[in-house]
C-alpha cells in the first residue's frame, strides 16, 4: 500500500516538471534590451491612446483641436512680422479701407467747401493764392517787379495785369495774412450775397480803378488791403447802427472799418499804415454815394451791371426775377372784358 501511495506521488512531481518545462520552453527567452524596447512601444501605445482619447472629447465638445494647421512653428522673425493689410480672399482690411475712406471724405469735403463758395469770391481767393505762390518763389524784389502796380509800364508797357495782382497780393504768408485773407472772404461773400455775383464784379471793378489811381499817387505798390476796408465800408453803410463784436468791444457797425485802422496802427507802430485803410474807406464811400445817396436824392443809378452780364453771371433766375419784376411794376389800364361791349 505504501509502495503504491510513493508510486502515485512520484508520477504526480513528475507530470508538473513536465508542464513547467514545456511552459517555460514556449516562452523564448528575452534579452535586457529587447526587454527596453518592449517596454517603450508598450509606454508610446499608451501615450498614442491617450492622446486619441483627448481629441475625441475635444471633437465631441466642439473646442478647438490640438492639432496645429499648417506645418510651420512660429519663430522670432515670424512673428516680428507686421500683419498684412490684406485678407485670405486679396481684399484689405476693413481698418485699412476706413483709413483710406476718411482721407477721402477729408479731401471731398474741402473740395466741396470750396465749390460752396460763391462764384467770384471763390475766383477773388485762388488769385490772392496763386499771387502769393508766385511771390514766394520769385523773392521780394522780383515780385515787387512784377506784381507791384507801377502806372508806366501799366499805361505804356501794356503790362495790364499789374493793377489786378497789386489787388491780389497780401505779402508773405503769415497770422496777418491768414486774417486778410479770412475779411476778404467774410466780407466778399456777404456782398456777392446781398448784390449778386453782376452787381459785385461792377463793385470790385470800381475798386480796382479808383484805387490804382489812388495809389498810384500815393506811391502804394499793393493796395489788396485797401479792398477790403473797401468792402466793409460798403457793408457797415448798410446797417450803421446793427451791434457788432469786435475784439472785446461792442461796437455800432460802422466804426467797424476805423477799428480795423486803429489795430493795423498799433501793429505796425507806425501812422502810415492807415493809409491803405483810408484809401479803402474813401473808395468805398464813393461807390455807396453813387448807389445808394444818390439816387434818393433824385439822381440816376448809372452803377447797374448790364443786362447780358446779369443773364450770364447769374443764370435764367435771375432774368426771371428782372421780368417779374418789370410786370408788377405796370400800370394796369382800365380795360375791357371780352364779349363786353
Not at 456777404?190 to 449778386?196: D, M, N, T, V
Not at 502804394?220 to 463784436?245: D, G
Request: charge should be positive; charged fraction near 15%; hydrophobic fraction near 40%.
Amino acid at each position: 500500500m505504501k509502495n503504491q501511495v510513493s508510486v502515485c506521488s512520484v508520477m504526480a512531481v513528475a507530470a508538473a516538471v513536465s508542464c513547467i518545462d514545456t511552459s517555460a520552453a514556449r516562452q523564448p527567452i528575452m534579452l535586457p534590451s529587447q526587454r527596453t524596447a518592449a517596454f517603450i512601444n508598450k509606454r508610446s501605445t499608451q501615450q498614442q491612446q491617450q492622446q486619441s482619447n483627448i481629441e475625441n472629447a475635444l471633437n465631441v465638445r466642439g473646442g478647438a483641436s490640438k492639432k496645429k494647421r499648417g506645418g510651420r512653428t512660429a519663430s522670432l522673425y515670424s512673428t516680428s512680422k507686421k500683419p498684412s493689410q490684406k485678407t485670405a480672399t486679396g481684399k484689405k482690411k476693413v481698418q485699412a479701407a476706413a483709413k483710406e475712406a476718411e482721407k477721402k471724405s477729408a479731401v471731398s469735403d474741402t473740395l466741396t467747401k470750396y465749390k460752396a463758395i460763391l462764384p467770384l469770391t471763390r475766383i477773388y481767393i485762388t488769385l490772392v493764392g496763386a499771387v502769393t505762390l508766385v511771390g514766394l518763389l520769385l523773392g521780394d524784389e522780383l515780385s515787387q517787379g512784377l506784381l507791384a502796380l507801377d502806372p508806366i509800364r501799366t499805361m505804356y508797357g501794356l503790362e495790364l495785369w499789374r493793377p489786378f495782382t497789386a489787388a491780389c497780393f497780401l505779402g508773405p504768408p503769415s497770422i496777418g495774412w491768414l486774417m486778410s485773407a479770412y475779411y476778404l472772404f467774410e466780407y466778399g461773400s456777404s456782398l456777392e450775397r446781398a448784390f449778386g455775383t453782376a452787381q459785385h464784379l461792377l463793385f470790385l471793378l470800381i475798386q480796382i480803378g479808383f484805387l490804382s489811381v489812388c495809389s498810384a499817387f500815393f506811391g502804394q505798390p499793393f493796395f489788396a488791403q485797401s479792398v477790403i476796408t473797401s468792402m466793409l465800408h460798403v457793408l457797415s453803410r448798410s446797417m450803421p447802427n446793427q451791434k457788432v463784436k469786435w475784439l472785446i468791444f461792442t461796437v455800432p457797425y460802422w466804426t467797424l472799418p476805423y477799428g480795423l485802422m486803429a489795430s493795423d496802427v498799433l501793429q505796425a507802430g507806425n501812422a502810415g499804415a492807415a493809409l491803405p485803410h483810408v484809401l479803402g474807406i474813401l473808395s468805398g464811400h464813393v461807390y455807396y454815394f453813387h448807389k445808394n445817396v444818390w439816387p434818393k436824392l433824385g439822381g440816376e443809378d448809372w452803377l447797374v451791371p448790364p443786362q447780358f452780364l446779369v443773364n450770364k453771371l447769374e443764370g435764367r433766375s435771375a432774368a426771371k426775377d428782372s421780368i417779374s419784376n418789370a410786370l408788377k411794376s405796370r400800370k394796369k389800364g382800365a380795360g375791357r372784358k371780352l364779349g363786353s361791349k
